[in-house]
């Protein structure tokens, strides 16, 4: 079975966790057929999702595009909340949470120490341009890069004492291991896959910071690049249309921008984070992941009888 997630060049904390996760809680689907897909951890439920095999979903989420032709013969262990399962007309009981979640069975970091009093971990494409490692050293605020190593980011999470965050992810993971995190959004309303995650656990954020994008420019550019972009920046400001070919970054932001950044994501650390899931409901949820993990790997198995079910968990 072949697993189908969304795979960035630069690195994504939440779609990055699909292989590890999946060889720790699945190694059979690497013995069962290789043409059908198995759609995991991300909002995988759309159109990008190859056609003309079989479809197998275990929490994915829906809402980023179209849902495919063929979604009414996919087969569905369980999706990531109660707004999916409402959109692709299923059971309730089919919206558990998101798979993630069950990062806590599968690894405890060595060293547990609370080492940051407040971390910061932006959405990957917010960092891709993003001035954060500056806006965090001046708030006092640890900065946690969503392109890093997975187990780098799970243990600066855990070595944290909470976390702003504005990667789902990075709450979801966070809200596992007992870290209380608060929830980011540039526009000040969070995207609805966070109300999809947050209802299958059966609670509220609370309120969600707005913290503006801070851009850090072309100064760490070569002259050449930084000319380059001057150029592209003239001739989409003279022809007020995106032209053929890569757009540049945006300009660096002003100063008195950046001082304001500061003291929003400083005075959301002072007052302390506000999310945190009930601990029975999520173990509940994770118990309910377990029991659907056997299930799925049975499925798997019983298309090579000769191998044994041995526990993942």
């Avoid at 951890?41 to 197998?56: D, E, F, Q």
């Avoid at 980023?64 to 399962?85: H, I, K, Q, S």
């Amino acid at each position: 079975m072949k697993l189908w997630y969304f795979e960035d060049n630069g690195g994504n904390f939440g779609d990055a966790l699909n292989p590890w996760f999946w060889s720790q809680v699945a190694p059979e689907l690497e013995l069962s057929s290789p043409d059908s897909l198995l759609l995991g951890i991300g909002t995988l439920i759309n159109h990008r999702a190859p056609s003309g095999m079989p479809v197998r979903v275990f929490g994915s989420g829906a809402g980023l595009g179209e849902l495919p032709a063929a979604v009414a013969d996919w087969d569905f262990y369980c999706v990531r909340g109660p707004l999916t399962a409402a959109q692709l007309g299923l059971d309730a009981s089919k919206a558990v949470t998101d798979p993630a979640a069950l990062c806590t069975r599968l690894y405890q970091p060595e060293d547990q120490q609370k080492r940051y009093r407040c971390s910061y971990m932006p959405h990957y494409m917010s960092q891709q341009w993003g001035n954060w490692p500056a806006l965090c050293a001046a708030a006092g605020v640890h900065y946690i890069d969503p392109t890093a190593p997975t187990f780098e980011i799970i243990d600066q999470i855990v070595q944290s004492e909470m976390l702003i965050t504005e990667a789902m992810h990075g709450a979801i993971v966070a809200d596992c291991y007992r870290v209380p995190w608060q929830a980011v959004a540039n526009s000040g309303q969070l995207n609805p896959k966070w109300q999809d995650w947050m209802q299958s656990l059966e609670f509220s954020c609370g309120p969600v910071l707005e913290l503006e994008q801070v851009y850090r420019g072309d100064g760490e550019l070569a002259p050449g690049q930084r000319f380059k972009n001057s150029f592209k920046r003239l001739c989409l400001s003279l022809s007020g249309d995106r032209l053929d070919w890569t757009p540049p970054p945006p300009k660096k932001s002003s100063g008195i921008h950046f001082d304001t950044q500061v003291k929003r994501l400083s005075d959301a650390a002072r007052i302390g984070a506000v999310g945190l899931s009930d601990n029975r409901v999520l173990q509940a949820r994770l118990d309910r992941l377990e029991e659907l993990l056997q299930q799925l790997r049975a499925d798997c198995l019983a298309q090579v009888p000769s191998v044994r079910l041995e526990p993942s968990l």
